[in-house]
């Protein structure tokens, strides 16, 4: 599975997954989020139960806002609408996994 490029339209249907959801919140000039990059997008083709998503602050501020995102990357994680685990700067795939998993 692909990631998915998530904005304010989409959100809902996001939010609402019966999956866990990565949330990538990172903007293209960020140096340490082009690092995190592969990882997500390795998760999103190795692990199906999960809904891997990015979000461009820059294109969706609202949503960084609404996620109290005060540096990129920041990782989120979401189980049934309720953020379960956040963290910010970039982190090795075993601790993004970690995350998704605990």
């Known amino acids: 599975m692909s990631v998915l490029v998530v904005t304010s339209e989409n959100f809902e249907a996001v939010k ?3 999956k866990p959801v990565l ?3 990172y903007a293209d000039w960020c140096g340490p989020c082009r690092m995190v990059a592969p990882f997500v997008a390795q998760i ?3 692990h ?3 809904l891997i ?3 461009n602050v ?3 501020p609202e949503l960084a806002k609404e996620f109290g995102v005060m540096s990129i990357p920041t990782l989120v994680v979401m189980k049934e609408g309720k953020v379960v685990n ?5 982190r090795p795939k075993a601790q ?3 995350m998704l998993e605990g």
């Open 16 to 18: 609402n997954s019966d």
């Open 23 to 25: 949330l990538d919140f």
């Open 44 to 46: 999103a083709d190795e």
């Open 48 to 50: 199906p139960e999960y």
């Open 53 to 55: 998503c990015k979000i």
């Open 58 to 60: 820059d294109n969706s």
């Open 86 to 90: 956040q963290s910010a700067g970039a």
């Open 96 to 98: 993004i996994l970690a």
